[in-house]
């Protein structure tokens, strides 16, 4: 059997269904400050610079887009916004 190839919006419900959080808490995450984190697991270990602000900013532009992307189907938004799941 051959490689079989998903389309992004594909990946994603599976990455949504798949996730141990509800697709609310997903889509809709409580942003912690994870300095501490970053600094002592991932700092200098790129060879490119990438700062904890790089990273904050990144995590907010990936949740704005994927919210306003409209690339999940129409009952996803509103389970999400009646928060009934």
Known sequence: MGMVHLKDHTRMYIAL????RTMHEVLNPHLLDQRSVFEKQFAGISAILFTYEDFETTRERLVQ???????LPQWCYHEMLNNSW
């Open 65 to 71: 887009e994927v919210n306003s992307s409209n690339c």
């Open 17 to 20: 269904v798949s996730h141990m």
